[in-house]
Nanobody, 115 residues
Framework: QVQLVESGGGLVQPGGSLRLSCAVS????????MGWYRRAPGNQRELVAF???????NYADSVKGRFTISRDNAKNTVALQMNSLKPEDTAVYYC?????????WGQGTQVTVSS
């Protein structure tokens, strides 16, 4: 059974940084794409960033230049470095892995940006 376990959320002041991590287990196949989504209160879930197995990345316009996604293919992990955080980044962040055309999700980790 494929499982995604996230870590690294929390409370941070505006302008601060957080690093989210996600580990994929239970699959003999390496994920094609891995990414991060988020859902703010009252909003739909939206893509934050994703990265392909060969390292190509894509970011939401709202986070370009502030967030960096990376992955370790040997360990099946993906990370999201978030800098210059803003209150509007407050949301539950979900890790996603696409494995053989199936999407798997983590349980979500809360990120709160507030003074």
């Amino acid at each position: 059974q494929v499982q995604l376990v996230e870590s690294g959320g929390g409370l941070v002041q505006p302008g601060g940084s957080l690093r989210l991590s996600c580990a994929v287990s239970g699959s003999i196949f390496s994920p094609n794409t891995m990414g991060w989504y988020r859902r703010a209160p009252g909003n739909q879930r939206e893509l934050v960033a994703f990265i392909t197995r060969d390292g190509r990345t894509n970011y939401a316009d709202s986070v370009k230049g502030r967030f960096t996604i990376s992955r370790d293919n040997a360990k099946n992990t993906v990370a999201l470095q978030m800098n210059s955080l803003k209150p509007e980044d407050t949301a539950v962040y979900y890790c996603n892995a696409n494995i053989r055309y199936n999407d798997y999700w983590g349980q979500g980790t809360q990120v709160t940006v507030s003074s």
